[in-house]
């Protein structure tokens, strides 16, 4: 039985069929969202403005990562190096050369996306724990040129970002931020929705399933594993831009290698290969921040633990959450969200 | 010409100890199939450990030793048990990424436990420097080199003669077949996760006592990838030949080219060379080519 769709809801047309929004429901629901969405900036303090901000670029940056590991099956451990790279790209783009933010922001997602096309060459040959490496060793040298560049980015010391500017507006404060990066991030998570289920998203799919008979089904694989590539990092790169004029400054020490892992986590704890997907995972994984930023500092007073709880007590939990979901659930939360909402239609006959 | 003998005698003397650090992750990519991208943090948190043992604990070496050596059986044992023995015949991403997640874990593990960031362990070698020709050498370097050289030996001879090492060897080839024959293959993996975390934690205590410890280790950790990338995954002759090429390029490089380029171009040469092997000969100098079939 077909639990896709709720009860008494009959497709008549292929526009039907390929419908995100079908129910009044759905686009009730939609509606909430926007509402709700909109009028944040009214509700929340600047705090949770912040908190909301840092998971719209992360969500844009880890789309990005699951069209690449999750629909295309090729893994990146260097995400956060092309992170860096569309950060980059931006703050020099906008402080040294004066170019408008919103040409710096596209430019960003290009700039990433070509180079991230150059660690992809390997991926023709070599998959797997090869390509991995391959992206590792990315990761590392465009950090290491961000660091000794310094004619151009400022090295060791970083450099500071002027703060985005839309038509004359500046977006100084965390609410005007709010809308220019919850409207990317919609856009960003419609376009990876719907270039899924294009001509280029099932054959990625395909390549992920078996490059192999993918190829032999006339699948070009080097033309579709560069676009994969480019797609993926292109995202990254407008991550990079946005997060590069949210926080006013760029330093590599915010694109660490373990932030990489960290971006590889969440597409696993969200459910690789679906749209919703980095979605949850983003948002598990920073409110997950956020509850250990607040909890730690209380716990390490109240049981006089060792100094190092504060620092060392985030990443054992992420590293524990991936482990875990390998383990228990590897089609991540995504997938606990479809069995819900099968369960919820078939109720009271759930199984 | 002093200097070029320098490089050359540093290189090469650290370049075997990467191949050793190397060398486990080759063990366990060919018995078990898993690659295990947690190596850098394996180097960290073993040299931590030995930092308290000796420092902290203040135990003497011969105690001291043992114990890390024991930790590093205890930890392989623990991850493989635990964490890779449920991801059976999962797909190789599963496999990839869990091991990140074991790098996750140790890394605020040692950040949990030893919350500075820099440390030095007791100097385990004479400090006197040798003179070779005309170059100066720290004892540490030739020190480390006969280590590894002898632990070289000592499994090559393991993986010939003993009964272990040649069903090792045989699951590496055909783990069905082995299987057929009574041989317990968990059992195997588990051995070579002990064996490859005690290759890293030797590894470990021998790059620390040259370099302190740091969390510049991870790095050292994944600058074996870069051996074992250009020796051939599946290669323990491979890891042995590359990890003296990979400590050649990086002293070198960073000996002659800085003036060229940026200082520090040694953290980054392994990794550009990771890079031009993956674009030339992707599957490295003794690996093997692998042929699939639908």
């Not at chain 1, 709010?178 to 419609?190: P, R």
């Not at chain 1, 926080?247 to 696993?268: H, K, P, Q, R």
């Not at chain 2, 540490?140 to 050289?149: G, K, M």
């Not at chain 2, 740091?214 to 051996?227: I, N, P, Q, Y």
């Amino acid at each position: 039985m077909n639990v896709d769709l709720p009860a008494g809801t009959r497709n008549y047309s292929y526009a039907q069929d390929m419908a995100v929004f079908r129910t009044r429901t759905h686009w009730a629901l939609l509606a909430a969202l926007l509402v709700a969405l909109l009028a944040a900036p009214l509700y929340s303090s600047n705090y949770w403005l912040g908190v909301a901000n840092l998971i719209g670029i992360t969500i844009i940056a880890a789309t990005g990562l699951n069209i690449l590991t999750g629909y295309c099956g090729q893994l990146s451990i260097g995400h956060a190096g092309f992170i860096a790279v569309g950060a980059y790209t931006s703050a020099v783009l906008t402080n040294r050369l004066g170019v408008p933010f919103l040409a710096a922001l596209v430019l960003a997602g290009v700039a990433a996306g070509l180079i991230g096309m150059v660690f992809g060459i390997p991926s023709l040959r070599v998959k797997g724990f090869y390509l991995a490496i391959s992206t590792i060793a990315a990761q590392f040298i465009i950090v290491w040129v961000i660091n000794h560049w310094t004619a151009v980015t400022g090295g060791f010391n970083g450099m500071s970002v002027p703060p985005a500017s839309v038509g004359g507006l500046a977006l100084v404060s965390q609410g005007r931020q709010f809308y220019l990066i919850m409207v990317t991030t919609a856009v960003a998570v419609l376009v990876a929705k719907n270039l899924a289920r294009t001509r280029v998203g099932r054959a990625f799919v395909a390549i992920r399933d078996n490059d192999l008979a993918a190829e032999v089904m006339g699948i070009n694989l080097f033309h579709y594993k560069l676009v994969a590539f480019f797609a993926g990092c292109f995202l990254a790169g407008i991550a990079g831009s946005l997060f590069a004029h949210w926080t006013g400054f760029v330093n590599a020490e915010n694109f660490t290698f373990m932030d990489s892992i960290l971006y590889v986590g969440m597409i696993i704890i969200g459910g690789l290969g679906t749209a919703v997907g980095p979605i949850f995972g983003v948002v598990f994984i920073r409110l997950l921040q956020q509850g250990i930023t607040f909890v730690s500092p209380v716990l390490e007073s109240a049981f006089a633990l060792p100094a190092g709880f504060t620092t060392g007590i985030g990443p054992m939990v992420f590293g524990l959450v991936i482990i875990l979901f390998l383990i228990l659930e590897p089609r991540g939360l995504a997938h606990r969200w479809a069995l819900f909402k099968a369960s919820y239609r078939l109720w009271p006959f759930s199984y | 010409m002093a200097e070029l003998l320098q490089f050359v005698i540093t290189g090469t003397t650290v370049g075997m100890v990467y191949a050793l650090i190397a060398l486990g992750f080759v063990l366990v990519w060919k018995s078990t199939g898993v690659a295990n991208l947690a190596l850098g943090q394996l180097v960290l948190i073993s040299s931590w450990f030995t930092f308290g043992m000796l420092v902290q604990a203040g135990l003497p070496f011969w105690l001291g030793f043992p114990l890390v050596v024991l930790f590093a059986l205890a930890l392989g044992w623990g991850i493989e048990r635990l964490v890779l023995r449920p991801l059976i015949g999962q797909p190789i991403l599963s496999l990839i990424t869990v091991t990140l997640g074991v790098a996750y874990f140790l890394q605020g593990a040692v950040g949990f436990i030893w919350p500075k960031s820099v440390a030095a362990l007791p100097s385990l070698f004479s400090q006197e420097p040798i003179h070779i020709g005309p170059a100066v050498v720290s004892q540490e370097y030739l020190w480390s080199a006969l280590i590894s050289l002898s632990l070289f030996g000592l499994l090559s001879l393991y993986f010939k003669y003993h009964k272990m090492g040649v069903v090792m060897r045989a699951t590496a080839d055909d783990q069905l077949a082995v299987q057929a024959c009574g041989v317990p293959v968990t059992k195997i993996f588990s051995r070579s996760w002990m064996l490859a975390c005690t290759l890293a934690a030797v590894g470990g205590i021998l790059i620390s006592s040259i370099g302190g410890i740091t969390f510049g280790l991870c790095e050292t950790g994944l600058k074996a990838f870069s051996v074992v990338i250009l020796g051939g995954l599946d290669s323990f002759l491979g890891a042995i030949v590359a990890g003296p090429i990979i400590g050649l390029a990086e002293n070198l490089g960073g000996g002659y080219l800085t003036p060229l380029t940026w200082p520090g171009v040694k953290e980054v040469i392994p990794f550009v060379i990771i890079i031009i092997v993956m674009f030339v000969k992707p599957y490295g100098l003794f690996g093997e080519v692998r042929v699939e079939r639908i």
